[in-house]
């Protein structure tokens, strides 16, 4: 026999489904089964995909309850398989064996048993903590209390040099008692302080509640990342919302809400315990369960609120806690301008540069601003500001210089609105070893440049048409297939307009002459490839998409067939630009959505023999001014992938390239324009 894991029927062993519920069945032990003669099963507890844990009576134990976990013995497994999940089963149970404290399950047996792998905990009466968040009404005091409870747990495992690696609500259980106990240690492991390399796995992580260190990217798993998973399940305890993964943090540090931004009720102390624990660098969290605990107790420390957040930090962190923005010893060196104001962090110095210009020139060339940058730990940002005063004689240019150097200052384009960012100088990894045209990954250094927010709209292409006053350029190129259904702008009368519902759509069925003149037309240029690939990669090193190196639908536009879709039925494929998240330099769609022309001529070996320093790729170089663009008879690079790609295209990463005719107008073909400083 075999029980159903959802209703806990007995049903016969060969069966596929449950006859009483329909849930597909997965092999479980039947009900009242005996186990090493003396264990009866009675109920399934929970499973995974490793194993399963029930519920059983102890015959010589006067039918107490007890835990049984097994391991499935899965025929797929290979030999070395097989052996290294009994390894890891039986290091878990020897583990908690070896274990004694009252916030943690004890084992009392281990066995096998018809080839299968057992051992029997104690079974912990009540519910999980993930349970009762789903209820709602938890209060802050009794949460504090639940956490002093975990805090002794793991301060004991860490002295015994043990993490959990697994921490979150559904893995930690509240008794009728008022007890906590911390379970599952599948995953568990030892570490060596003097050693303090601990591998990670894969599956060893669940999102939301793991640290960066423990999906293998940042360093190495200890005591500090359990405090940062408690920290985490803390978060999910008092605002209700699971917490977001940490590389997605990383990526996109707004996405992180501040504990009392999501419940106002939250206390400043409990939200200071919450961002500390949660901090993305281990060295910026407790670094020991103990100190979390005392916190928690009430015993605090100095914090200063975070300019951009206002949320409380630690006196000396490095980054804000919640919104990750950088502040190094500023607040406790704040920049003091000669009329009495003061700047703490870069972007209050330029704020209040911006107002005081004439202080700002000042202090940059008297070397104020150059020295404090320097004390706060940024020598790369002070070098530059003396090479600007050794170099530039006109102040008020220099101090324009050091203000775009700093990668503050955006722009919007006069003609169209169009938000530009700025790119900051310097060196990225540009190519990838997975395609010859892609190949081989080199370093480049680019200087800094603008690059627009988004793709150009039908509405700002049509703003650009009827100032041109032609659809084709002087050259006699075809600008863009207006007579096609696939193209999103009409023209009515005179005047061309986007169709209706697609003004914020990006312009498609448009030539990279049509691109190239419309850059010309605002006074800007086309983005050279090198260009396009470091702005998607949004200071991400070594990622293959904008964001990472997962691909989820979340992320970008994409997986939309393209058979039998025009005209009116794009509406549902094609997205409007912005309609998911940006990248970490502030740019949308860098991934999907349409490939995007560059100024590049296409070249197979190209980066073989590119040259370091801002490539502009193999054929003559275009201004993008007096119509010399028209002269243009080569194929041109396209980037960023497009709305109709599959699940299993490569096309959406940062590396990828693709290549067209000049001439050609296709329904996800648009651009984005670049300027320099």
Known sequence: MQMCPKCNHDNPAAAKFCNMCGTELIGLLGKGEILHSRYRVTKVLGYGGFGAVYLAEDTKQNNAFCAVKSMFDNPNWTFTERARNIQSFQEEASLLRSLSHQNLPKVTDVFADGGKQYFVMEFVTGQN????????????????????????????????NIIHRDIKPANIRFTPEGQIKLVDFGIAKRFDPSNPKTDTIKRAATPGYAPLEQYGTGGHTDARSDIYALGATLYHLLTAQRPPDANDRVVQPTIFIPPRKSNPNISANCEQVILKAMAIRPEDRFQKASEMKDTLLGRTYPTFPCPKCQTSNPVGAPVCLACQTPFTGTMMNPFRFRSGKQATTLQELVTLID???????????????????????????????????????????????????????????????????????????????????????????????????????????????????????????????????????????????????????????????????????????????????????????????????????????????????????????????????????????????????????????????????????????????????????????????????????????????????????????????????
Request: with cysteine; aromatic share 12%; proline share 4%.
């Open 129 to 160: 903590l993930k349970d009762i968040i789903d209820k709602g009404g938890i209060i802050e005091s009794q949460v504090i209390g639940w956490m002093i409870q975990i805090c002794d747990a793991l301060e004991y495992l860490h002295s015994n």
């Open 355 to 677: 107002g005081n210009w004439t202080d700002g020139v000042y202090h940059l060339y008297a070397g104020d601003i150059a020295n404090w940058l320097g004390i706060i730990g940024r020598a790369d940002l002070a070098t530059n500001a003396q090479d600007i005063i050794a170099n530039e004689k006109n102040e008020n240019i220099g101090l324009e210089k050091f203000l775009r150097n700093l990668g503050t200052r955006n722009i919007i384009r006069q003609k169209d609105g169009m938000k530009m960012r700025l790119i900051p100088a310097g060196e990225f990894q540009m190519g990838s070893n997975d395609y010859g045209d892609e190949k081989p990954v080199h370093t480049v250094y680019l200087d800094a440049y603008y690059i627009d927010e988004t793709e150009v709209t039908n509405e700002q292409y049509c703003i650009f048409l009827n100032n041109y006053g032609n659809i084709v350029d002087t050259a006699g190129h075809r600008l863009l297939n207006v007579s096609w259904d696939d193209c999103l702008i009409e023209k009515v009368g005179n005047t061309y307009k986007p169709k209706s519902g697609y003004e914020k759509h990006p312009v498609v069925e448009v030539s990279w002459y049509g691109a190239a003149a419309y850059a010309q037309w605002v006074e800007a240029r086309l983005p050279t490839e090198a260009e396009w690939e470091k702005a998607a990669r949004g200071g991400l090193v070594g990622k293959c998409y904008p964001w990472g190196n997962e691909i989820f639908s979340t992320k970008a536009n994409y997986n939309n067939s393209s058979r039998g879709y025009s005209g009116a039925d794009m509406l549902k494929y094609l997205k409007p630009v912005g309609s998911f998240a940006p990248n970490g330099y502030g740019l949308y769609d860098m991934a999907g959505n349409v490939w995007e022309w560059c100024a590049d001529e296409y070249g197979y070996g190209y980066y073989s023999r590119s040259p370091r320093d801002n490539p502009k790729g193999p054929g003559t170089t275009i201004t993008f001014r007096n119509n010399d663009f028209t002269n243009v008879k080569s194929e041109r690079v396209l980037r960023g992938g497009r709305w109709n790609y599959n699940l299993t295209s490569d096309g959406l990463r940062c590396a990828a390239r693709g290549n067209n005719e000049p001439t050609a107008m296709v329904k996800h073909d648009g651009f984005r324009c670049a300027q320099d400083p």
